[in-house]
């Protein structure tokens, strides 16, 4: 059974401090991994997505792949109220089944 | 800009009433999704499109059917509604190669009692 862990938090942190959010993936063949932002009774809307081992950054997030390792990660820096969600982690092995983490809920303390 | 639409947001059906979730996008994707979303599981996947008249089953397709007659056009079925299957659903959709990003629809939250 393919799986994709997230600790269920909630993390909280205090305005202006960075966030980190972390994922593990059991399927090693896996291939695209993305983040996830759901606010309370919506649907998630992507953040980001990477590919590659290494960092990706857009604004103030950044994506973090190691794959020896099997897991990705979000940073959030300068985080702020309105970030307070659940952070959803999305495992494609190139088969359609996006596999999704149960989702890592953050607080951001004003 | 992508567009997911499902047009019931807020259903609440009877044990055994047959209910239709139908979802539509506007962005010529050729892979739709249906998963339910609950607390502590996350989201799962039901049943999935590739193609016109053609799905695959998911994880959990238990109890539901689909229907792809139209390429914008993905529904899904509850045969007979049991109360285990009061959830949120999320129709989404990728265009291309697996791996692309997934667009969620805004979700529809089922009630069966």
């Known amino acids: 059974q393919k799986e994709v862990e997230q600790n269920s938090g909630p993390l909280s942190v205090p305005e202006g401090a960075i966030a980190s959010l972390n994922c593990t993936y059991s399927?090693?063949?896996?291939?695209?991994f993305f983040w996830y932002r759901q606010y309370s009774g919506k649907s998630p809307e992507l953040i980001m997505f990477i590919y590659s081992n290494g960092d990706k950054e857009d604004g103030r997030f950044t994506a973090q792949l190691n794959k020896a390792s099997q897991y990705v990660s979000l940073l959030i820096r300068d985080s702020q109220p309105s970030d307070s969600a659940t952070y959803l982690c999305?495992?494609?092995?190139?088969?359609?089944?996006?596999?999704f983490g149960t989702g890592t809920r953050l607080k951001v303390l004003a | 800009d992508v567009k997911v639409t499902q047009s019931s947001r807020y259903l609440v059906k009877r044990t055994g009433e047959k209910v239709f979730l139908e979802c539509v996008q506007d962005m010529d994707h050729e892979n739709m999704f249906w998963y339910r979303q609950d607390p502590g599981l996350g989201l799962r996947l039901i049943y999935f499109s590739y193609d016109v008249k053609m799905k695959e089953k998911g994880d959990i397709p238990e109890g539901y059917s689909v229907s792809r007659e139209k390429k914008e056009r993905f529904s899904l079925i509850l045969e007979s509604a049991s109360t285990n299957q009061t959830s949120m659903y999320l129709c989404a959709s990728i265009q291309g190669a697996a791996g692309n990003t997934i667009y969620f629809g805004e979700g529809s939250w089922l009630t069966v009692v």
């Open positions: 999305a495992v494609d092995s190139g088969t359609y089944k996006y596999i």
């Open positions: 399927d090693r063949g896996s291939q695209s």
